[in-house]
């Protein structure tokens, strides 16, 4: 059996429309599937909306996919701003601020990093003696 439709991925299966856009059908995924045409980062996959032509075969009541293709585009990335909003990263980095203040932020910050490292490590004198 031949399906192309948009698909709707799940864990183990995808959600299809059924043909001449009929009822929706599960089509499960096993290792045996191949994937071609579809990976993100050399894996295998399937993004919500993304239309796929399916080979599969009826099992009982059930299709299972044998080889999976993708007909057309290519679903674009989810990128963290679709997902957290615009303002995700907070404010500016200190990158920016360095920019902005003509790395006097940066300085500032090195000398009370040191300043509070030479307060925090304890220094060894010449002439005492070792505890322990």
Known sequence: MKLTARAQPAPGFLT???PSGG????????VHTRITGLSRHGLPYIGKG??????AVRCGRELLARRIAAPGPIVPLTTA?????????GGPS?????????????????VIGAIASDVVIARRR????RRG
């Open 16 to 18: 299809v429309d059924g």
């Open 23 to 30: 009822q929706a059908v599960d089509v499960y995924v096993d």
């Open 50 to 55: 993304q239309r796929v032509r399916i080979d």
């Open 81 to 89: 701003e679709d997902v957290l909003g615009a303002g995700w990263r």
């Open 94 to 110: 200190l990158e920016t601020s360095v920019r902005r203040h003509g790395g006097w932020a940066a300085a500032a910050a090195v």
């Open 126 to 129: 010449p002439g005492d003696a």
